[in-house]
T-cell receptor, first 112, second 114 residues
Framework: AQTVTQSQPEMSVQEAETVTLSCTYDTSESDYYLFWYKQPPSRQMILVIRQEAYKQQNATENRFSVNFQKAAKSFSLKISDSQLGDAAMYFCAKTAGNKLTFGGGTRVLVKP | NAGVMQNPRHLVRRRGQEARLRCSPM?????VYWYRQLPEEGLKFMVYLQKENIIDESGMPKERFSAEFPKEGPSILRIQQVVRGDSAAYFC????????????FGPGTRLTVT
């Protein structure tokens, strides 16, 4: 079974600073998609950013950017200029056939 | 454009009762996915459906769980004879016909079995 691993259960960041969340995965596919989802206390799953594996250029969405290392099967998320509203669980996910496989999540705490 | 709708948002059932969870996909989306999230864990895939067809049910427990997506109306996830271990958040996602590359999630249904 394909797995997605998030090795950091919790990360703390000072407001306005930068935090990086790690994600590694295993796969035998050459083409797939990777995602970061944010889950605030409301439990709504919010798509933060998406990366297509065949694209070498790292995706960016405003203050969120990824470092995609295909050979290393690594997909980290960088949150710049952290805001209080960024506090949430963050899940890394990968397409696996017709479904998404999720990591166990990283809780991000933002200190004012 | 309304997002993915799920109801109810919260559902309490006693052991042995049936739970029915509903999901209406986004307009124009014909693919529906169900995921389960246990406390402090990531989401786990359960089933993938298109209209009137179950495409992949590899994540569904073999007994008591079933899903459908009829030609008309919402997708239904049905859990018969619920047990305490079924307590979880159940999320529905939908995607356009091109595939799972753009899945949008509903707000989830939190099922509590007492």
């Amino acid at each position: 079974a394909q797995t997605v691993t998030q090795s950091q259960p919790e990360m703390s960041v000072q407001e306005a600073e930068t935090v990086t969340l790690s994600c590694t995965y295993d796969t035998s596919e050459s083409d797939y998609y990777l995602f970061w989802y944010k889950q605030p206390p409301s439990r709504q799953m919010i798509l933060v950013i998406r990366q297509e594996a065949y694209k070498q250029q790292n995706a960016t969405e405003n203050r969120f950017s990824v470092n995609f290392q295909k050979a290393a099967k690594s997909f980290s998320l960088k949150i710049s200029d952290s805001q209080l509203g960024d506090a949430a669980m963050y899940f890394c996910a990968k397409t696996a056939g017709n479904k998404l496989t999720f990591g166990g999540g990283t809780r991000v705490l933002v200190k004012p | 454009n309304a997002g993915v709708m799920q109801n109810p948002r919260h559902l309490v059932r006693r052991r042995g009762q049936e739970a029915r969870l509903r999901c209406s996909p986004m307009k124009g989306h014909s693919h529906v996915y169900w995921y389960r999230q246990l406390p402090e864990e990531g989401l786990k895939f359960m089933v993938y459906l298109q209209k009137e067809n179950i495409i992949d049910e590899s994540g569904m427990p073999k007994e008591r769980f079933s899903a459908e997506f009829p030609k008309e109306g919402p997708s239904i996830l049905r859990i018969q004879q619920v047990v305490r271990g079924d307590s979880a958040a159940y999320f529905c996602a939908s995607s356009p016909p091109l595939g799972p590359y753009e899945q949008y999630f509903g707000p989830g249904t939190r099922l509590t079995v007492t």
